[in-house]
């Protein structure tokens, strides 16, 4: 007899599965995993250059997984804050998933590492949809790519834990509406809080490596609505981490780590 299956539902499922087992590992070598999301070109590279570095000279133990098509270009770059970087190379795939993350930090996370910045394809569609196993799921978009995209990728922005805009020094230069930016983000995710950062003159990275450590420090994220019946948003615990309640205690907002 034929059994037909689903693959727009197995797939994912497994995915969670291998996720769910990811997270435990994790937790157990209290390691903190973040997720960057964004499209090509939104400067998540060189913001994340700028995060290992601020966090080794805080004497943090950091280290990244960067996702590429086909390049290492990315690697490189990264390389150059002295922290550990290993590239993923997807031959083509648009999205990195839980399975690929476990099996390249086995046998290659230093032990001792207190934060994993795992840098996914640039792509706001495929990567929104599944779970690394991550504790804490940014996503990010400049502001030369138009103020009503979190309108037009709802998933990738609704399911973030933190919202980080980058490239600020050039607002002015591409007319950003930075309030009708917020409107939008507030309707397909509201109460997540937004950063905004600029690589060029360093704005918003502390307090970015900030939010991270309070996270990795026991205060549980920002809950999505849109992503409230997922495993990865139900609680955590990577060794300190707190369940948040239905008041919201515990949870990372602007005054916990300013």
Not at 55 to 73: D, F, H, I, Q
Not at 149 to 178: C, E, M, Q, R
């Amino acid at each position: 007899m034929c059994r037909s299956v689903d693959v727009r539902t197995a797939v994912p499922a497994r995915n969670d599965g291998l996720a769910a087992e990811l997270r435990a590992d994790l937790a157990q070598r209290r390691v903190t995993a973040v997720s960057l999301l964004s499209s090509p070109g939104s400067g998540k590279t060189a913001l994340l250059e700028l995060v290992l570095r601020r966090a080794r000279e805080r004497g943090l133990a950091v280290a990244a997984l960067t996702a590429g098509l086909t390049t290492e270009n990315d690697t490189r770059r990264l390389a150059r804050s002295g922290a550990p970087v290993k590239q993923v190379l997807t031959g083509g795939l648009c999205h990195l998933e839980a399975a690929q993350v476990s099996g390249l930090i086995g046998g290659w996370l230093p032990d001792g590492t207190r934060l994993l910045f795992v840098e996914n394809v640039g792509n706001l569609v495929c990567p929104a949809t599944y779970d690394l196993g991550e504790t804490l799921r940014v996503t990010l978009m400049s502001v030369a790519e138009g103020e009503d995209k979190p309108l037009k990728y709802p998933t990738a922005f609704g399911a973030a834990h933190l919202v980080v805009l980058t490239k600020t020094d050039l607002a002015d230069a591409t007319g950003f509406d930075d309030a009708a930016f917020a409107t939008a983000v507030e309707r397909v995710n509201p109460g997540v809080e937004i950063l905004r950062t600029s690589s060029r003159d360093g704005r918003g990275v502390d307090i970015l490596l900030d939010r991270v450590l309070a996270v990795a420090d026991g205060a549980a994220p920002h809950a999505p609505l849109l992503a409230a019946d997922h495993p990865r948003h139900q609680g955590h615990d990577n060794g300190t981490a707190k369940a948040h309640d239905a008041h919201g205690q515990g949870r990372v907002s602007r005054a916990a780590v300013t």
